[in-house]
T-cell receptor, first 112, second 112 residues
Framework: NAGVTQTPKFQVLKTGQSMTLQCAQD?????MSWYRQDPGMGLRLIHY???????DQGEVPNGYNVSRSTTEDFPLRLLSAAPSQTSVYFC???????????FGPGTRLTVL | SQKIEQNSEALNIQEGKTATLTCNYT??????LQWYRQDPGRGPVFLLL?????KEKRKERLKVTFDTTLKQSLFHITASQPADSATYLC???????????FGQGTTLQVKP
């Protein structure tokens, strides 16, 4: 099992550009989440999904879109990047009931 | 609003001693609490989960307590080793949505 994979590892964008952060898991987990981590602020939930076709907002959803067309993939879209979105982004998945989350290695995004 | 607080200052201890990390929360009634370990440049890794009806949980050198009256969890590492040096995150969750709220983390440094 590869676990949770994220691509790219690093990305630099200019203000106003769009991009998609990819996340995939091969553990057949129903639940998937996107977090951002900023210095001194811990992990903040952006969007999450409890299954294919179902998504919901977390604490800081503005500026981000998600979709969940398959169990395996949960991409995060930035439609118009802003410097405030400079952060490290983590994707996580978990099976239902156990609620232990498995995290990917992260994507470090810089918006200039 | 819901708030989770962990020791913001780094905790420095001598090898062999017991490290105790604190997680306090307000305006929240979690069904369970989790602890994660995060090494620099990596995603968090799950350590322990404790439910609201459990007072204490142990796993090898790790012990977690959960006091819903005090709204506090304590995380202990006994016989600490330099390899235990990392940032430790607490996270609170409700229900089975996989939705977690994280604290900002406490950095532990174990000196040989």
């Amino acid at each position: 099992n590869a676990g949770v994979t994220q691509t790219p590892k690093f990305q630099v964008l200019k203000t106003g550009q769009s991009m998609t952060l990819q996340c995939a898991q091969d553990m057949n987990h129903e639940y998937m989440s996107w977090y951002r981590q900023d210095p001194g602020m811990g992990l903040r939930l952006i969007h999450y999904s409890v299954g294919a076709g179902i998504t919901d907002q977390g604490e800081v959803p503005n500026g981000y879109n998600v979709s969940r067309s398959t169990t395996e993939d949960f991409p995060l879209r930035l439609l118009s990047a802003a410097p405030s979105q400079t952060s490290v982004y983590f994707c996580a998945s978990s099976p239902p009931r156990l609620n232990e989350q498995f995290f990917g290695p992260g994507t470090r995004l810089t918006v200039l | 609003s819901q708030k989770i607080e962990q020791n913001s200052e780094a905790l420095n201890i001598q090898e062999g001693k017991t490290a105790t990390l604190t997680c306090n929360y307000t305006n929240y009634s979690p069904a369970y609490l989790q602890w994660y370990r995060q090494d620099p440049g990596r995603g968090p890794v799950f350590l322990l989960l404790i439910r609201e009806n459990e007072k204490e949980k142990r796993k090898e050198r790790l012990k977690v307590t959960f006091d819903t009256t005090l709204k506090q969890s304590l995380f202990h590492i006994t016989a600490s080793q330099p390899a235990d040096s990392a940032t430790y995150l607490c996270a609170l969750g409700t229900g089975n949505t996989g939705k977690l709220i994280f604290g900002q983390g406490t950095t532990l440094q174990v000196k040989p």
